[in-house]
């Protein structure tokens, strides 16, 4: 399903009715592992004093948008060597971090008032630019990301605009936690047929030398939802909702039990694509949306704004897998919302792995 950062998937059915919101919770869970580069004979990304104000030059953007997605990404790119906690996933800081708050528009939108924060790296001699974005086709709406992109491949000169994080999944083949990477974005719109819906491409292409290296397997770490986490989730969910919902109703085809090694797929440079959609929009098991690789709400606009002056490459992973087309709409979303929440954190540590193993 599509995701967004501020609400997740729009208002829960708890937030229209006024009930309190559902927080579950993932008993032990474990912390994030330290990264050792060294088993694929890579180096940890080199950290650069980042100077507060404007943006610096860089040869690469890798973004991401949530708080779950943005402490992955630090622990990849800025602080592998230590193990991360399961509660830096809410972390709404990290050290080294700047704040981007200029050349806004004159007049902007209630409530916002930067386009992100951004840390920069170094990787195998290049600067690459972190970007947390506070900037989403949700809020303040289209037009301000596809700002937000032009003025970053502007002042940077960047050559490469990837995007990295959590998305709903498509594919009734992708377990939670599955990442695919694609240089393509379809852009819904409801009122078209699906035939009609703008697509935007790049012909860039991943190097995949680390990922196809043995130690890269090492590299990646198990998403812990295992049945039994499955089955307390359900629990806590139906005590919740006041539902009677059984593992077979919420998760069919067992899509939410993760795969002991996570799987990858790199599709750059070909004709799949991501659908990116501005509303709550959801792939079930009747393989509604299942020619797309993911389902999430930014990407296409990316590309949009990217056009010909940059290229860019969009790695997502599966933080909930596609609902069951028998469910309640309502029981999707905040099914889907659910696993989110707790496997968020572990899934976009493997997708910002991949992000980083293609960019070295």
Known sequence: MAHNPKLRFGLSLEEATGASRFNPSLGNAPALPIVNFAVVGATA?????????????????????????????????????????????THGTWPGWQTWASDLPKEPPTGWDHWGLYRLVEIQGRPVLLLKSNTHLDYPGAAYLEQMIELVIAKTGCTLVMST????????????GTVRAVSA??????????????????????????LSKPGFKQMLNPVPATTAAIETLVGQYNQHFGSTYRRS????????????????????????????????????????????????????????????????????????????ADLPTSAQKNWGSAVYDVFGFYTSFNGALVAWAMLS
């Open 165 to 176: 994080g959590t998305a709903g999944g498509a594919k009734t083949t992708d377990h939670v």
């Open 249 to 324: 109703d919420l998760d069919p085809l067992s899509l939410n039990i993760a795969d002991a090694v996570p799987a990858w797929f790199d599709q750059t440079g070909g004709t799949a694509s991501l659908l990116t959609t501005p509303t709550f929009v959801v792939a079930t098991t009747s393989g509604n949306l299942a020619d797309y690789t993911a389902v999430e709400m930014d990407d296409a606009l990316i590309a949009k704004a990217c056009g010909t002056k940059a290229s860019f490459a969009f790695v997502r992973n599966v933080s909930d897998p596609v609902q069951g």
């Open 185 to 210: 974005g379809t852009l819904y719109q409801p009122a078209n047929p699906p035939k009609q819906w703008p697509v935007y491409a790049s012909k860039w292409t991943a190097d995949d030398t680390l």
């Open 45 to 89: 990304p080199k950290l650069v004093d980042t100077a507060a104000g404007q943006l610096p030059k860089a040869a690469a953007i890798v973004i991401c948008w949530t708080d779950a997605e943005w402490a992955a990404l630090q622990h990849v790119f800025c602080g592998g060597s230590t193990v991360l906690a399961y509660s830096a996933r």
